[in-house]
T-cell receptor
Framework: NAGVMQNPRHLVRRRGQEARLRCSPM?????VYWYRQLPEEGLKFMVY????????ESGMPKERFSAEFPKEGPSILRIQQVVRGDSAAYFC????????????FGPGTRLTVL | TQLLEQSPQFLSIQEGENLTVYCNSS?????LQWYRQEPGEGPVLLVT?????EVKKLKRLTFQFGDARKDSSLHITAAQPGDTGLYLC???????????FGDGTTLTVKP
């Protein structure tokens, strides 16, 4: 039973480029969450999605960031026109229907903006 | 405003010692989770507590949820070097879905 998969594990972008981070939830899980962990800080909630729906995006920056979880395929976190302050570890978590309290995390994508 | 305060922030002890990590809040949570995170990896779920006053044991780890569901503690007995890592507590508020994380306790157990 594969866990939450994230790719790429490491991503390097230059300022102004786009970053696309992918997350495949655990089999049977229909809830996906994205968190950001800045150096020396804890995890901060960004967005909560179900299939084809954004449930809560209260933690997402208002500009340049977007997320989707299509009917087919992985969830995507997209950052346009990256800046150095976007450098962080981005974690995806998933939970099954009815058990949203219990979230299983992927290994993360470490984004470095040069 | 930090909803969940963890203490201590850093803890360095000798192998065999006992320790307790605290997670406090002024908010009520429907459940609280404890995770352990190693460098370069994602958090790994250790336990979920949902009932006020609940105590759960996982080998040498004992987790307690406060009666009012606002705080929790993690106690490790006879710590081992393999326990070294970042311990994170996270709370979920009723029907919120998202988890609110504390800033973590970095534990180092020296052989």
């Amino acid at each position: 039973n594969a866990g939450v998969m994230q790719n790429p594990r490491h991503l390097v972008r230059r300022r102004g480029q786009e970053a696309r981070l992918r997350c495949s939830p655990m089999k049977g899980h229909s809830h996906v969450y994205w968190y950001r962990q800045l150096p020396e800080e804890g995890l901060k909630f960004m967005v909560y999605l179900q299939k084809e729906n954004i449930i809560d995006e209260s933690g997402m920056p208002k500009e340049r960031f977007s997320a989707e979880f299509p009917k087919e395929g992985p969830s995507i976190l997209r950052i346009q026109q990256v800046v150095r302050g976007d450098s962080a570890a981005y974690f995806c978590a998933s939970s099954p229907e009815g058990y949203t309290d219990t979230q299983y995390f992927g290994p993360g994508t470490r984004l470095t903006v040069l | 405003t930090q909803l969940l305060e963890q203490s201590p922030q850093f803890l360095s002890i000798q192998e065999g010692e006992n320790l307790t990590v605290y997670c406090n809040s002024s908010s009520v949570f429907s459940s609280l989770q404890w995770y352990r995170q190693e460098p370069g990896e994602g958090p790994v779920l250790l336990v979920t507590v949902v009932t006020g006053g609940e105590v759960k044991k996982l080998k040498r780890l004992t987790f307690q949820f406060g009666d009012a569901r606002k705080d929790s503690s993690l106690h490790i007995t006879a710590a081992q070097p393999g326990d070294t890592g970042l311990y994170l507590c996270a709370g979920v508020r009723t029907n919120a879905g998202k988890s609110t994380f504390g800033d973590g306790t970095t534990l180092t157990v020296k052989p």
